[in-house]
């Protein structure tokens, strides 16, 4: 988080000398002390990041393609004249144990086309599809299992 916070500086800053940097470090040093502070922010956090970035990265690759697919099959579901929509709510649970992973699957739902999380409930989620295939699988998607990968070692 620290070295967010000071490519954050620089990139605002819109130049990188001696004196920038100096001032990125403290100022960066300070929010990153003010989080850790007052926000119960823990520096152990940044490096699971760091450890999980290659499956983050994947995730959203993942998340990306996902889109896509689900773009192409919404428009088909509106553009198909023969075809009526049958909306469905789906109630569904996860083993997702951290609160990051299941906050992440539910937005990962919404940015889906066709599908939003309505509800987030422990780890209970209330999920509304435009149409009922969409939600055929929702409970163990791509999705769940790269976020289950990503949670182990967070606890």
Not at 69 to 74: D, E, F, L, Y
Request: charged share 15%; with cysteine.
């Amino acid at each position: 988080m620290f070295i967010l916070f000071f490519l954050i500086w620089v990139i605002f800053s819109g130049q990188l000398t001696a004196e920038i940097a100096v001032f990125g470090v403290v100022i960066a040093g300070v929010m990153y002390w003010f989080l850790c502070q007052f926000f119960n922010y823990n520096p152990r956090y940044d490096l699971f990041l760091w450890r999980k970035a290659p499956l983050l990265l994947y995730y959203l690759i993942t998340l990306v393609v996902e889109i896509l697919k689900a773009n192409a099959a919404v428009f088909k579901l509106i553009y198909t004249a023969e075809y009526e929509l049958e909306p469905a709510v789906v109630h569904f649970k996860t083993d997702l144990r951290s609160t990051f992973a299941r906050v992440l699957l539910a937005n990962s739902i919404t940015l889906t086309p066709g599908t939003i999380t309505v509800a987030l409930t422990g780890s209970e989620y209330t999920v509304h599809c435009l149409d009922k295939e969409l939600a055929e699988g929702i409970s163990s998607s791509v999705f769940v299992q790269l976020l289950t990968k990503i949670e182990e070692g967070l606890h």
